[in-house]
């Protein structure tokens, strides 16, 4: 299964981004999937003025201009790269989710990052560390468009923008191993001899060998629509109807051993019919429990797709705030619909919230509708309304 989703990038150049350097790994995979390093090293601006702890590349433009001089300096035809930013210029965070379905996690993790994003635009990625904990990073989209704009207009292919991961495993002789991969070095190579540039090499050469070795979607910070070369995806689309396929065995499966009881049951019923001469009868009894239980597969199927996520309605519900407007109680019934009870300044504020909904339904199915609303004694309005999802 392993072989599925292996990527077909065959060779990639890592890039790793300083505010006035860049660091560099070109990869390529070689015979039996064994993976090459053919040329790594860095190339800097000198400025005069630099700071500590930058949230920006000033000079970006600049450095992907040297990049690419560098590159046909040392015959590197092949500019499909990917770029990996500093854990500092990321802001991120980790949150631990319930157990949830991918339906689910894709939904409640949108909702979470709205309520936490400090940037009006924004792409994210997110990386599952151990049970339902996360790590999710988020960069503003602005800052994304203005490092994808400047490697790809000096001709790079961006294959995915990446955050800072863990360094590579010490050099051990000259090869070093992940996964049953081997990634063999020059023998005049070593990280040794890379002195304090050493972590930062390491990490182009990881990043680099992240989208050869398959870089999951959901931890590139390229919009879907941008995404390219890290997986196959006419396999990886075999890989996910598989299961589909499964189910559908099973289910078939299950049918048709519900089918032979049924025919078992029918045997001996005719049996039964021949001994009482009341054969019409008991079949037409029998066609009845037939329909009968097509009508519960059909009913079961219906409630199956509908049912929704009632934790995504809440985060929704938590992240979609207004000013002057507070809740204290939310009430479900069986038809999706939820009763909304809360207090607020004024009925212009009432009227604002409302129309909050009602202009982004986001996942409701129909436009809120007010229920009660009544002046407090305190000068407060209370007000309650229902949304059905």
Known sequence: MKSFFRSEVKSCIGVFLQQDAVYYSFMSRGENNRLHMLHTDSCRLFLEEKEEYPTRFKHIEQLAEELAVRCAENGIKEKRAVLCIPASMIFSYQKKFPVLTEKELSSAMHWEIEANTPFAAHVYTYRRQEENIYSIGILEQSFMEEIYSAFSGNGFNIAAIVGEAEFLPEEQGQDMIWSGETASLPAFFSWEKMGEEKELLQQAFYAAWRVIRGLPGNENFLPRDRQEGAWDWRKTAACAILPFFAAAAVLYGMGEWKLSRIEKEKKAVRQELMLRADEQE????????????????????????????????????????????????????????????????SYEAVSEYINMWAESPVIIKESPKLETVEAGKDGSIRFSLTMKF
């Open 282 to 345: 008991i079949h037409q009894d029998f066609i009845k429990k037939k329909k009968d239980i097509k009508s519960s597969y059909a009913l079961l199927k219906e409630l199956r797709d509908k049912r929704i996520s009632w934790y995504a309605v809440f985060t929704c519900l938590g992240a979609r705030t207004l000013p002057g407007v507070t809740l204290d109680g939310i009430e479900t019934d069986d038809n999706n619909k939820i009763r909304i009870k809360g207090n607020a300044e």
